[in-house]
T-cell receptor, first 115, second 117 residues
Framework: AQTVTQSQPEMSVQEAETVTLSCTYD???????LFWYKQPPSRQMILVIR??????QNATENRFSVNFQKAAKSFSLKISDSQLGDAAMYFC????????????FGTGTRLTIIP | GAGVSQSPSNKVTEKGKDVELRCDPI?????LYWYRQSLGQGLEFLIY????????KSGLPSDRFSAERTGGSVSTLTIQRTQQEDSAVYLC???????????????FGEGSRLTVL
């Protein structure tokens, strides 16, 4: 079974600084997706960034970028120029690229932004 | 609709009562998922629908939990004889049909918070 591990229950960063959230996963598959979702206090899960496993280039969305290391099964999220609105729970997730299979989530990292 | 809609937003019930939680997915999304999130925890998969059938219901924690989907759209998650450990936020998500340009992304609703007294 696939597992996703987030080893940092909590992280904090000074506003405008850069922070990196860690994620590792375990799978025997070669074709899959990886995601970072953000969950603010409103509870709604919001997609931050997505990476297809077959793409070697790291995904980037504005201030958010990933470091995808397929061999090491590592998928970290870097947030640059942190803003107060970035404060939330961040979940790493894995999905096999087969049909409409479920996402498997890590346990999350709570990110606090220090003004 | 524009997004995934869930109701009720909050539900307080007494131990032993039955509850129904509703999910209305994004129009045209054929896949629908239920997850459970206990306080301060990650997301626990419950069940997944493709159309009206459930290829994967491996996450349902007991036979008190059931779900159905009708017309390939709205889904209802039913919890019978609720227990205090059922207290959690129940999140619903939907995604496009596999084979169409599928980014793999799930779109989530805001969840239903269930409190069992």
């Amino acid at each position: 079974a696939q597992t996703v591990t987030q080893s940092q229950p909590e992280m904090s960063v000074q506003e405008a600084e850069t922070v990196t959230l860690s994620c590792t996963y375990d799978t025997s598959e070669s074709d899959y997706y990886l995601f970072w979702y953000k969950q603010p206090p409103s509870r709604q899960m919001i997609l931050v960034i997505r990476q297809e496993a077959y793409k070697q280039q790291n995904a980037t969305e504005n201030r958010f970028s990933v470091n995808f290391q397929k061999a090491a099964k590592s998928f970290s999220l870097k947030i640059s120029d942190s803003q107060l609105g970035d404060a939330a729970m961040y979940f790493c997730a894995y999905r096999r690229n087969f049909g409409n299979e479920k996402l498997t989530f890590g346990t999350g990292t709570r990110l606090t932004i220090i003004p | 609709g524009a997004g995934v809609s869930q109701s009720p937003s909050n539900k307080v019930t007494e131990k032993g009562k039955d509850v129904e939680l509703r999910c209305d997915p994004i129009s045209g999304h054929t896949a629908l998922y239920w997850y459970r999130q206990s306080l301060g925890q990650g997301l626990e998969f419950l069940i997944y629908f493709q159309g009206n059938s459930a290829p994967d219901k491996s996450g349902l924690p007991s036979d008190r939990f059931s779900a159905e989907r009708t017309g390939g759209s709205v889904s209802t998650l039913t919890i019978q004889r609720t227990q205090q450990e059922d207290s959690a936020v129940y999140l619903c998500a939907s995604s496009r049909r596999a084979g169409v340009t599928n980014t793999g992304e799930l779109f989530f609703g805001e969840g239903s918070r269930l409190t069992v007294l």
